[in-house]
């Protein structure tokens, strides 16, 4: 199997390549060449198996042959082995027929774990092989600077550089990139904004002579393994659920839609799904496409639900590669003209997507509404995240004989501030994190300018 670009211009690569690529050079995003099919007997022989074991069924054939199966089942199992909860991801069931798929009892307790555990081991794995060592940079204004951190702590040749702006993420956000103290994890408070770090790591990606010659590597949600990753927990709750004989819906708090579009790579793959909701917050672009077809950029909106603040959603560009067949070019002058100015979307492959998504936006008012209604009927606590998908899942459920799914995305502990703000004393961290608040800390601070990064870069990497 070989990867092309969303764009159609840049060369089709094999899994390797892409692990250790990111974006495509045409501007586009990787996506496989055929989508693999998981037939009726392959999923109702994973009914029972551990969460590890259907993660290597599932994704052995992106792997394609590149890494041997026993080298690969022992990254799957080394990777899924971090998680707190004997399942993995487990299915918490809320009412008659909605469940919580519960994806936060990774290292850094948000979803992001299940798939940057695995990206760590994966381009370890191919640096090794290959007797490279390489840089990762990042910008983070929250969960994937940690998680990024915690899957490439234990990497021989990697050296990870997490920029975060100085004093403007949350203590538990904060402690957790800054208490890990692995020689080749690197944690740099910026004098500036989240924009500021962004613009640097954009600007060390565009011009990497700095590093003289070796590899820069991007984790962001766009890299392919990110996206593999997260179909595992689709296949694996809805086989729980009675897949392949029963259909399933699901519903994703989203922001770079790289979750959602995991779960949509799963329905390809052959497992039966009715719908997906697409819950966001007050940033509601996925929303506004799919239910106005207004295809547009709007101000960032500082929201409860930090980690879905975005203007654009870098990986819907894979849904609409799809929705428009596969025509590069297509999705090439659409995006020139979404970045230009408003825009739409053609009839048709709206037409194409709105059969499977649904969606929903949720404002803050809302979240804090949500967290308390939920506690009453559940006893549950949900994250400000996993409130956006809870009442998307509500009002968008479709046939009540189906099975709904809402993605818990975050753990309510890391995002404590709104559970409070919903009347509650707050959330205890889970008790292998209770001692976060007084681990040691380390980062450095340095002004936002490049030169003084890369410079910090160049004499710390290893
Ligand atoms: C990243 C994140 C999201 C959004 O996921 P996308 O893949 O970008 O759509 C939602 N909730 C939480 C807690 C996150 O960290």
Redesign the pocket.
Known sequence: MRYISTRGQAPALSFEEVVLTGMASDGGLYVPETVPQLSHDDLAEMAGLSYAEIAFRVMQPFVNGEIDDDTFRRLVTEAYATFSHDAVVPLNQLDANHFLLEL?HGPTL???DVALQLLGRLLDHFLKKRGERAVIMGATS???GSAAIEGCRHCDNLDIFILHPYQRVSEVQRRQMTSVLADNVFNVAIEGNFDDAQAMVKASFADQSFLNGTRLVAVN?INWARIMA?IVYYVASAVALGAPRRKVSFC??????????AGYMAYRMGLPVERFVIATNANDILHRTLAANDFSKQELKATL?P??D?VV?S?FERLLFEAYDRDGAAVAELLARFQAEPTALAEAPLARLRERFASHSVDDATILEVIREAHHRTQEIL?P??ATGYRAAERERGDAAVPMITLA??HPA??AEAVVKAGFPGVPLPPHMDDLLEREERYTVLPAELSAVQQFVVENRR
């Open positions: 936060f948000a979803f992001k929250g969960d994937t949600s997260q994703v708090p989203s922001a770079n839609f790289g979750n959602v579009f639900a980690s879905m975005i959603s990986n994250d995240h996993t995305t975050a890391k995002f």
